[in-house]
């Protein structure tokens, strides 16, 4: 399997900037996709940045040009880079890894943003 462990979140202004970090081990294989999710308070978790081992991203229309997903293949690490923040981007954030041929499907303990308005 494989272990991840989100770090970065805290409370900052809106308008402000966050770095969230999900260092991954364990079984890890060059192919794979890194999504990051979210979920508010009384609130379905949602996705809202992919990245795929091919360097394909998807980014939620809520986040589109203010978050970008971006991967340290090195290090094993997967970056959110969260700027313009708004207080509806609180939530607590997750970090999920995904390999189908290899039946994997692992999440992180969450890491909480909040952003005062």
């Known amino acids: 399997q494989v272990q991840l462990v989100e770090s970065g979140g805290g409370l900052v202004q809106a308008g402000g900037s966050l770095r969230l970090s999900c260092a991954a081990s364990?079984?890890?294989?060059?192919?794979?996709?890194m999504v990051w999710y979210r979920q508010a308070p009384g609130k379905q978790r949602e996705p809202v940045a992919t990245?795929?081992?091919?360097?394909?991203?998807m980014y939620a229309d809520s986040v589109k040009g203010r978050f970008t997903i971006s991967r340290d293949n090195a290090k094993n690490t997967v970056v959110l880079q969260m700027s313009s923040l708004k207080p509806e981007d609180t939530a607590v954030y997750f970090c999920?890894?995904?390999?189908?041929?290899?039946?994997?499907?692992?999440w992180g303990q969450g890491t909480q943003v909040t952003v005062s308005s």
């Open positions: 999920n890894y995904r390999d189908p041929l290899r039946n994997i499907n692992s």
């Open positions: 364990g079984r890890i294989f060059s192919i794979n996709t």
């Open positions: 990245l795929s081992s091919g360097g394909s991203t």
